[in-house]
C-alpha cells in the first residue's frame, strides 16, 4: 500500500529533487521573465476587475476616471520604486513580514505576516473566482449554476501544479500569459487607433466633466468622489509587494533579477490600467448583467469585424483573462508559503510550516493556502463582488507598515547615507499613500463585509500570540534542562566510570549490544536521553551510534553553503557524543545525512548500520507536553513514532524514552 501511494506521489507532484545537486535551485528558479509571469500576474490581472470598480463607482461621471487613472498610474511608480529601495536593503527577501519585523519590531512584523497570509488566501480565491467569470461571460447564462464547481476544480490543478515546485506550475502556465500581453496590447491599441480622432477631445471632455459635477456635487464631494473610486481600485495594487517577498524564488543575481521583474511589473500594469479605462470611455461602455467590464469592451471592439473573427478573438481574449487570473493565484501559492515559513521560524506558527517537501516546496504551506481559499470560495460561491470587499484591506495594512518601517530606518541612517533624503521623500510618500487607501478602504467597506477581514486577521493575530508564548516557556524549560545536564556531567560521568570498574571489562565487538541513538544537537534533551539509557541498561550496551539528520527548510534552502553549515554543525555535535561515550570505556560513532524528511533520512542510514552491527536497538527521546494530544501534535514534532513504525516493518526494536519537561528538571531524575 505505502508503495502505491508512493508512486501515486511521485507520478502527480514528481520526483524527489537531490539537495546535493549543484544545479538544483537552477532548475527551480526563475528568470526575469518567469519572475514576471509568476510574480507579475497577479498585479496584472488586477486590470481584469481594478478598473471596473473604479467605473461602477463614479456611476455618471465616467469622464472622472481618467482621471482616477492617472492618480492610479503615478501610485503604482511610487509604490513599485519604493519597494524597489526595499529589495535592495533586503537581498535575500523583503516582504512586509521582515521589513516590519527587522524595521519596526517583531509584534508589528508578526501583525504584518498575519495581514499578509490572509491577502494571499483572498488573493488565490478572487483570482480564480474572477477567472472563472470571464470564462462564463460569454456563455449562456443558465450555465452560471456550474461557476463553483468550475473554480474549485481549477484551484486544486493549480495547488497540484505547485505541490511540483515553482518553476514546474510557472512555465506550464507562460504561453497564456504571453496571449493575455498581446490581445490585450492589440485591444488597446485597437481602441486608440480607431478612435484617434477622438483622443484630443478627451481631456477637454474630462474638463468639462469635472466642472459639471463640481456644480453639481461641490468640490468637497467631487474630490471625495475621486478618492473612493480612487479607493475602490485598490485591488490594482495588490501584487506589487509579490516581487520583493519573492526573491528567494529567482536567478542570481536576485536583487538584479527583482529590480528588472518589478519594473515590468510597474510598466506593463499603469498602461493596462490606464489603457482600458481610456478604452472604456472611448467604446462608452456600460455594465451588462452576466459580463464583465472587459467583455462588453470586447463585444463593442469587434461589432464591424468578420463575425468569425471577431468571436474568435473574443473568445481567445476573454480565456487569457481567464487562465492570467489563475496564474495570479500563483502570487498567493508561492508567497504565502514563504511569509508562513519565514513566521514558523521565528517562532509564530507551528516549526512544522518551515519544513521543505522533497520536491523543494513548502508544502504544507501550499495545502493550507489551497485548503483554505478552498473554503474561501465555497462559502463566498465565487462572488467576485464580495471578495473585492474583503481583499483590499489586508494587503494595505502590510503595504503601511512596510513603508512606515523604510522611513523609520532612512531617519536612523541619515547621517551614514548621504542619499537618504530622497529615499525618504519615496517611501515616505508610498506611507501617505497607503495609509490614506488603508482607512478609506476600511471605512467605506466595513459594513459592506470588510469587519469579516478584520476579525479573521485579528483571531490569527491572536493564535500567533499563543503559539509565540508556548514556544517561548518550552525553550526556557529545555534551556534548564541544559544546564542541569551541563552541571551534573561530570558527577554522572565519574558515577559511570565506578560502576564500570567494579565489573570486568571485556573486549567489545561488533556482535555485541548496540545502542542506535538518535539525537538532535548536542542538547539537554539528548544528553537526558543518553544518561537515562546508561543508567537504566547499565552494561548492556557495549557500541552506541549516534544518528543525527540537518534539515534545510524554507528559511535555510536559498542561503549560501547551507549544506556545508550543516555538516560543519552537525559533525561538531556528534564527536562531543562519541567522546564522551569513549571516555567511559565504550565503542562509538557517528552518521549523519541531510535532508528535508528525518523519517527519510534515517531510513536510509538504516541498512548500513545493521550490516555492520548484528544486535541492534534504535533509541530516541520524545518530549512529553501538557496539554491535548492533538494540540502538541500540530506544534511539534513527533518523528520518532513515525520511525519507529518504519523500523517495525524491518523487525527492528525501538525503544522510545518518554520525556517530562517538569520530571526531567527535577534533581537527578535521569539517574
Not at 342 to 361: E, I, K, T
Not at 428 to 435: A, E, K, N, R, S
Not at 635 to 652: A, C, D, P
Request: glycine share 8%; proline share 2%; net charge positive.
Amino acid at each position: 500500500m505505502t508503495d502505491v501511494i508512493k508512486k501515486v506521489k511521485e507520478t502527480v507532484i514528481g520526483n524527489p529533487l537531490d539537495l546535493k545537486d549543484s544545479s538544483t535551485f537552477r532548475h527551480i528558479s526563475l528568470i526575469v521573465f518567469f519572475a514576471w509571469v509568476g510574480l507579475g500576474s497577479d498585479a496584472l490581472s488586477s486590470s481584469c476587475y481594478g478598473p471596473e470598480e473604479i467605473y461602477k463607482t463614479l456611476g455618471v461621471h465616467i469622464n472622472l476616471s481618467i482621471i482616477v487613472g492617472l492618480i492610479t498610474m503615478v501610485t503604482i511608480f511610487i509604490i513599485s520604486t519604493s519597494y524597489s529601495q526595499i529589495i535592495k536593503l533586503f537581498p535575500h527577501g523583503g516582504g512586509g513580514y521582515l521589513v516590519a519585523s527587522r524595521l519596526i519590531s517583531p509584534n508589528v512584523g508578526m501583525i504584518s505576516g498575519c495581514a499578509l497570509l490572509i491577502d494571499y488566501v483572498l488573493t488565490i480565491s478572487i483570482s480564480v473566482s474572477s477567472g472563472a467569470d470571464a470564462i462564463f461571460s460569454f456563455l449562456p447564462y443558465q450555465y452560471q449554476s456550474y461557476k463553483v464547481a468550475v473554480a474549485l476544480s481549477v484551484l486544486v490543478v493549480l495547488t497540484i501544479l505547485n505541490l511540483r515546485g515553482v518553476k514546474e506550475s510557472v512555465t506550464a502556465l507562460t504561453p497564456i500569459f504571453v496571449i493575455f500581453l498581446l490581445s490585450h496590447i492589440f485591444l488597446i491599441g485597437y481602441a486608440f487607433i480607431t478612435h484617434a480622432s477622438q483622443l484630443h477631445s478627451v481631456a477637454t471632455q474630462t474638463g468639462t466633466e469635472f466642472t459639471s459635477t463640481v456644480h453639481n456635487l461641490g468640490i468637497y464631494g467631487t474630490i471625495f468622489l475621486i478618492m473612493k473610486a480612487y479607493s475602490m481600485g485598490a485591488g490594482t495594487y495588490t501584487g506589487i509587494e509579490a516581487v520583493s517577498n519573492g526573491i528567494p524564488n529567482l536567478r542570481e543575481p536576485r536583487v538584479k533579477t527583482a529590480i528588472k521583474t518589478m519594473r515590468l511589473l510597474a510598466i506593463s500594469l499603469s498602461a493596462a490600467v490606464l489603457g482600458l479605462i481610456i478604452s472604456y470611455f472611448l467604446f462608452n461602455v456600460h455594465i451588462e448583467p452576466g459580463k464583465t467590464m472587459n467583455a462588453v469592451l470586447i463585444t463593442s471592439a469587434i461589432s464591424n469585424w468578420n463575425p468569425v473573427f471577431g468571436q474568435t478573438f473574443l473568445y481567445v481574449t476573454l480565456i487569457s483573462e481567464a487562465t492570467l487570473l489563475f496564474v495570479a493565484a500563483q502570487t498567493g501559492f508561492l508567497d504565502g508559503p514563504r511569509v508562513m515559513a519565514n513566521m514558523a521560524h521565528d517562532s509564530w506558527l507551528p516549526r512544522r510550516f518551515s519544513l521543505l517537501s522533497d520536491r523543494l516546496v513548502s508544502q504544507n504551506g501550499i495545502l493550507i493556502m489551497g485548503v483554505a481559499a478552498y473554503f474561501v470560495i465555497w462559502l463566498s460561491k465565487a462572488s467576485v463582488a464580495f471578495l473585492v470587499v474583503l481583499y483590499s484591506i489586508n494587503v494595505f495594512i502590510t503595504f503601511s507598515l512596510s513603508q512606515f518601517g523604510m522611513v523609520k530606518h532612512w531617519i536612523i541612517e541619515r547621517k551614514t547615507d548621504k542619499k537618504w533624503l530622497g529615499k525618504l521623500l519615496i517611501n515616505g510618500t508610498g506611507f501617505i499613500l497607503t495609509t490614506f487607501i488603508l482607512f478609506t478602504v476600511i471605512v467605506i467597506k466595513f459594513d459592506e463585509g470588510g469587519w469579516i477581514t478584520i476579525l479573521i486577521t485579528g483571531a490569527l493575530i491572536g493564535l500567533a500570540l499563543y503559539i509565540k508564548s508556548h514556544y517561548k516557556k518550552i525553550g526556557k524549560e529545555i534551556v534548564r534542562i541544559q544546564d542541569i545536564m551541563n552541571s551534573k556531567m561530570p558527577e554522572t560521568i565519574e558515577d559511570l566510570k565506578k560502576h564500570m570498574k567494579r565489573k570486568s571489562v571485556t573486549e567489545i565487538t561488533k556482535n555485541d549490544m548496540t545502542a542506535v541513538i538518535l539525537v538532535n544537537g548536542y542538547s539537554g534533551i539528548g544528553l537526558y536521553s543518553l544518561f537515562k539509557i546508561l543508567s537504566k541498561f547499565k552494561d548492556v550496551y557495549k557500541n552506541f551510534v549516534f544518528i543525527q539528520v540537518g534539515i534545510v527548510d524554507a528559511d535555510s534552502f536559498h542561503q549560501g553553503s547551507v549544506l556545508e553549515t550543516i555538516t560543519e554543525s552537525m559533525i561538531t555535535d556528534l564527536s562531543k557524543y562519541v567522546d564522551l561515550i569513549k571516555q567511559l570505556g565504550y565503542n562509538a560513532e557517528y552518521r549523519y545525512s541531510i535532508g528535508t524528511d528525518v523519517t527519510e533520512e534515517v531510513m536510509k542510514i538504516v541498512p548500513e548500520i545493521t550490516t555492520e552491527y548484528q544486535n541492534t536497538t534504535f533509541i530516541g527521546g520524545q518530549l512529553v507536553f501538557s496539554g491535548t494530544y492533538r494540540a502538541s501534535r500540530i506544534l511539534h514534532n513527533y518523528t520518532i513514532f513515525s520511525i519507529q513504525r518504519r523500523l517495525y516493518k524491518h523487525g527492528l526494536t525501538t525503544i522510545i524514552i518518554p520525556i517530562s519537561l517538569k520530571k526531567a528538571l527535577q534533581k537527578n531524575n535521569y539517574k
